[in-house]
């Protein structure tokens, strides 16, 4: 019985190792909300001041910026995979969300973008701002974390808000869209992860 009882304290101990190790992982440190909000809100913001200011030909040049963001993220994901200890169910469900967003802004690119025309340009930038909101959303829903679920719906209020306005200024909705989506939020989640990681650290 003695052993048996040993047995059993083991087993859970391990469980209880592996549900700990799955908490602190706090694989959700921000990093790629602020890298993807920092850089779309570059690429908007220069493309305002460079179509509209400046009347430079060229100015949708600048968003290919996001190759290079891209590259970042994925040696950045390589590097976590590495570290990576326990993979949990929030973080494969989380995979998908963004995997989805990413084949739909895709889609929305190749297909919608050909559709309408370099002249209606302005309604490929509503419908970008209302595919931001899903997966902040979910995102926020899935983590249980408020400030991406306030910046899911501010996404979707700002396309509401971009029928309302010249279309030349539809691409800083784009700016502030992110910046209540994804930077906000990536700097509260740092800090979250820090104060989290800190604490595992004293324990």
Same mark, same amino acid.
């Given at each position: ?41 570059? !690429? ?21 910026? &996001? ?5 970042? +993220? ?14 949990? %169910? &929030?973080? +494969? ?7 989805? @967003? ?52 501010? !996404? ?30 990536? @700097? ?8 989290? %990681? @800190? ?5």
């Amino acid at each position: 019985m003695d052993e048996e009882n040993i047995s059993q304290q083991q087993s859970l101990a391990i469980i209880e190792s592996m549900i700990n190790k799955a908490k602190n992982q706090f694989s959700e440190n921000g990093f790629t909300y602020l890298l993807w909000g920092w850089v779309i809100l570059v !690429c908007s913001v220069s493309q305002f001041i460079l179509q509209y200011l400046m009347h430079y030909p060229r100015h949708y040049l600048v968003w290919m910026l &996001t190759w290079l963001a891209a590259l970042v +993220q994925v040696i950045d994901s390589v590097k976590g995979k590495k570290k990576k200890l326990v993979k949990t %169910y &929030t973080d +494969q469900i989380m995979g998908f969300v963004w995997l989805a @967003f990413v084949v739909m802004m895709l889609l929305t690119g190749l297909l919608v973008g050909k559709a309408l025309g370099p002249g209606q340009v302005y309604v490929g930038n509503i419908i970008i701002l209302i595919l931001y909101g899903m997966p902040t959303l979910l995102s926020g829903i899935i983590l249980k974390f408020k400030p991406l679920v306030i910046g899911g719906t501010g !996404c979707w209020i700002l396309a509401i808000l971009a029928n309302f306005i010249p279309h030349e200024f539809i691409v800083l909705l784009i700016a502030a869209a992110v910046i209540i989506a994804w930077i906000i939020p990536g @700097f509260l989640l740092r800090s979250r992860y820090k104060r989290q %990681y @800190f604490a595992a650290a004293i324990k």
